[in-house]
């Protein structure tokens, strides 16, 4: 028997109400994703975890003031930025960086070697990884968030500290540069990926 677990939305508004199962089903949910997401500014995977642990308890002493129409994943990811960049601004090995906005992100785009069939295909996914990781860090945070999380641009706007328009134009713009830069093999990479999807 296949058990159907609950939205986002529903265990959101659970929580807000006090359900502990649903606070622990969302931190379950969303805490690996939120893992990676904070690695990608600082590599202390212990500090990192801290963190998000950091922003669950937040969460849960301050559920009753939680706006109840968040996008959790939005919400979340955005929580952990914040409190990445608090960390960096008090922290005294990053006193000339005092905003998150000037740390880089530093995922690497990769696919795995064992989903690639050919040396064709291999080829050209490693041309478009090399694309995508010399992106500036901003657009590239921003085409993660788009593709990898499949977060709407007001999502992401609100994750990136900035207004609509201009996580439009990170995004835009990162695309423009993929475009330019790989004018006639997009296509073929685009059906590779396609393929490998």
Known sequence: MHVISPTDEILWHRLIDGNEAAFTALFERYYPTLVRYGRSFIPDSDRVQDFVQDVFAGIWLYRSTLDESAVVKAYLLACVRKRIARFQARDRIFRETTILDDAEFS???TVEDHLIANEETARRVYQLNQHLNSLPPRQKEALFLRYHHGLKTE???RILNVNYQSASN????ALVCLRRDLKGTLL?????LFEII
């Open 155 to 157: 999502q992401i706007a």
């Open 170 to 173: 990170l995004i835009h713009r």
């Open 188 to 192: 073929s990479l685009g059906l590779v």
């Open 107 to 109: 995922i690497s785009f």
